[in-house]
């Protein structure tokens, strides 16, 4: 089990201190497959940086199965970290990194990487440099999996894997997780990828952990609102449900709201509406909607 | 098997129970018959084995499955009756959607033929069609 308590990480900058990361706590258990969203430079390279040890925290600590993970061996050699930019040896060879790894992984399954090498079509003697992006990732991934850690941590791990990879990553990671119970952590982008993969997720932004909880309930209580009446009236009427992303054309509007959807139409109903339609919203609205409350829109 | 939309705003693990209800009906798993495993689904369907688990805990819960530690898990034998209990409960429903109609102005002979037509189709290709 990974325990991320009250952990904040600040960095030093020309103008002034930036805090990456503000006072984040997140429990993530054994065994599941872990999602973090973001915006650009919300912390989550940050924090991955922080649970592969790479980083000490200012404040608070993370734990792998109450060890400390800064500075501690016992718990970094069950945490692999598979980086955006990943660390190569300039000329060097699949085989090679593989022997690398075998030197700081005592887990490190010969057998698997043999067989893994085969299954994703990979040449072992081919120079890392010389690979394309996608092929490099795959070969990365096995990689990682090879060294059998407890837990994995991927940042942006499908980008430039094409469908079918993508595919056979993903069941690799699922078979991993469901034999040996280890923990996955994915960075990304993609909320659709995110919904697809993960069973547990968390958002974070500006530091800030705006949302952590089960994928499949992240969506509850969120409500998107099509809104029509012949009477002129404008946003100040839905003031009192806090809309978000608010936008209206005539006599008809659209807004986001938080809230069940059967007390909602109670009320929405009393102010007389032509048309009235309240549908569940799907995870990137959400996430649109949590940054609007904070405060961050890209105007266009 | 069963089909999983990833693009549905219907959550996997809501699809994939009722994919499971389904096929307990239509006999693919009759009750008595060991389920797929979690691996099966994950790997075949492409979707997070934590996900499968739940849906199966779920199921387990309306009592439509009965796992056994280490040899999997099975259909039970009151899951079809179970079903039909629940599938009764939303005769009222239908009712309300008949007023309604009616109601419309919709005539009673068209409504009835639709039923008529319906159960035909279902008596003929007795696949249980698609909700």
């Given at each position: 089990m990974i325990r991320i308590e009250h952990v904040t990480k600040a960095f030093e900058t020309y103008k002034q201190p930036i805090t990456a990361l503000d006072d984040v706590s997140i429990t993530i258990p054994d065994g599941s497959i872990f999602g973090l969203v973001g915006s650009n430079g919300a912390g989550k390279s940050t924090l991955f940086r922080l649970l592969a040890g790479v980083y000490k925290p200012d404040k608070g600590e993370l734990f792998l199965d109450d060890e400390k993970i800064f500075n501690n061996p016992?718990?970094?050699?069950?945490?692999?970290?598979?980086?955006?930019?990943?660390?190569?040896?300039?000329?060097?060879?699949?085989?090679?990194?593989?022997?690398?790894?075998?030197?700081?992984?005592?887990?490190?399954?010969?057998?698997?990487?043999?067989d893994l090498k085969k299954k994703l079509d990979l040449d072992g003697k081919a120079s890392l440099s010389s690979l394309s992006k996608g092929t490099r990732r795959r070969a990365i991934i096995a990689l990682g999996l090879c060294a059998m850690p407890k837990v994995l941590l991927l940042d942006e791990t499908f980008d430039g894997l094409d469908p079918m990879m993508r595919g056979a990553v993903r069941n690799l990671?699922?078979?991993?997780?469901?034999?040996?119970?280890?923990?996955?952590?994915?960075?990304t982008h993609s909320i659709r990828e995110l919904e697809d993969t993960c069973d547990r997720m968390a958002m974070i932004h500006k530091g800030k952990v705006l949302l952590d909880s089960e994928t499949d309930g992240a969506t509850e209580g969120y409500v998107k609102i099509q809104f029509a009446r012949s009477a002129p009236y404008d946003s100040t009427l839905f003031e009192d449900l806090s809309p978000l992303r608010f936008t209206q054309s005539g006599?008809?509007?659209?807004?986001?709201?938080?809230?069940?959807?059967?007390?909602?139409?109670?009320?929405l109903s009393s102010l007389d509406p032509m048309l009235l339609e309240i549908v569940p919203m799907n995870l990137e609205e959400v996430f649109l909607c949590k940054m609007e409350e904070l405060g961050y829109t890209a105007a266009l | 098997m069963v089909l999983i939309d990833k693009l549905s705003p219907k959550p996997v693990y809501e699809?994939?129970?009722?994919?499971?209800?389904?096929?307990?009906?239509?006999?693919?798993?009759?009750?008595?018959?060991?389920?797929?495993?979690?691996?099966e689904f994950s790997h075949i369907l492409g979707i997070n084995p934590n996900t499968v688990q739940k849906s199966i805990s779920e199921l387990a819960a309306r009592g439509l499955v009965i796992s056994s530690p280490g040899n999997g898990c099975f259909?039970?034998?009151?899951?079809?009756?179970?079903l039909k209990e629940?599938?009764?409960?939303?005769?009222?429903?239908l009712e309300g959607t008949v007023r309604e109609l009616l109601l419309s102005g919709i005539e009673a002979e068209e409504?009835?033929?639709?039923v008529r037509k319906t159960i035909k189709n279902f008596n003929e290709d007795s696949n249980g069609g698609t909700v």
């Open positions: 016992r718990a970094k050699e069950h945490i692999l970290f598979i980086p955006d930019d990943f660390y190569y040896l300039s000329n060097g060879s699949l085989d090679k990194m593989a022997k690398l790894y075998r030197s700081f992984y005592k887990s490190f399954d010969t057998d698997r990487y043999e990671l699922y078979a991993d997780v469901l034999e040996r119970r280890s923990t996955i952590l994915i960075a006599s008809v509007c659209t807004f986001m709201a938080k809230g069940d959807k059967t007390d909602l139409e109670v009320r | 699809q994939l129970i009722d994919g499971i209800e389904k096929n307990i009906l239509l006999g693919i798993y009759p009750p008595g018959s060991l389920l797929p495993s979690v691996r259909v039970s034998e009151n899951a079809v009756a179970l629940r599938a009764r409960k939303r005769l009222p429903a409504l009835e033929q639709l």
